[in-house]
């Protein structure tokens, strides 16, 4: 047995397998005239403000908008000044709402990775009901040392329903 970088006949040779099976089989990514298309690159921003507070308390972004199986991942910080007052579980709640609402988007499912580490972050995600559905195993390096990162995840009928 042995291994080598691919050539030009070994693409040839991949081509002709996929002739056995659909594209859709083999990818949960967004295809096109029968090609799978990249990872879109578009960020979105939503900035959460509170009446009577200074500055935004928090930012919520989303990304990697997936319209073939209607997801997109998000990610949040909250203003270190406003952290451990609850309000990063408002933020996090009425953001996922409006992009649910977002009829252009028309997401079935969101989803999210935090490090194992972020207590706060965790604890937020199970308060708010999100799935756990893995572990990314040594997957964040801090400061040397490789930590697991979580998998969370809801889909828009459960946050509706709860």
Same mark, same amino acid.
């Given at each position: 047995? +042995?291994?080598?970088? @691919?050539?030009?006949?070994?693409?040839?040779?991949?081509?002709?397998?996929?002739?056995?099976?659909?594209?859709?089989?083999?990818?949960?990514?967004?295809?096109?005239?029968?090609?799978?298309?990249?990872?879109?690159?578009?960020?979105?921003?939503?900035?959460?403000?509170?009446?009577?507070?200074?500055?935004?308390?928090?930012?919520? @972004?989303?990304?990697?908008?997936?319209?073939?199986?209607?997801?997109?991942?998000?990610?949040?910080?909250? %203003?270190?000044?406003?952290?451990?007052?609850?309000?990063?579980?408002?933020?996090?709640?009425?953001?996922?709402?409006?992009?649910?609402?977002?009829?252009?988007? +028309?997401?079935?499912?969101?989803?999210?990775?935090?490090?194992?580490?972020?207590?706060?972050?965790?604890?937020?995600?199970?308060?708010?009901?999100?799935?756990? +559905?893995?572990?990314?195993?040594?997957?964040?390096?801090?400061?040397?040392?490789?930590? %697991?990162?979580?998998?969370?995840?809801?889909?828009?009928?459960?946050?509706?329903?709860?």
């Amino acid at each position: 047995m +042995d291994i080598r970088k @691919t050539i030009a006949d070994d693409m040839a040779a991949f081509e002709n397998w996929g002739k056995n099976s659909r594209i859709e089989e083999r990818t949960c990514r967004p295809i096109e005239d029968g090609k799978r298309l990249p990872s879109s690159t578009e960020v979105h921003s939503l900035t959460f403000i509170m009446e009577g507070f200074e500055e935004p308390v928090g930012k919520f @972004t989303y990304f990697d908008h997936n319209p073939r199986n209607r997801s997109c991942e998000f990610g949040y910080t909250i %203003n270190p000044r406003y952290r451990g007052q609850g309000l990063g579980g408002q933020m996090i709640a009425s953001c996922i709402d409006h992009v649910f609402k977002d009829t252009e988007l +028309d997401l079935n499912k969101l989803y999210c990775q935090t490090a194992e580490f972020n207590i706060p972050s965790v604890k937020i995600l199970e308060k708010l009901g999100l799935n756990r +559905d893995g572990v990314l195993r040594e997957h964040h390096e801090l400061d040397g040392k490789l930590w %697991n990162d979580l998998v969370y995840s809801v889909l828009r009928a459960e946050w509706e329903n709860k």
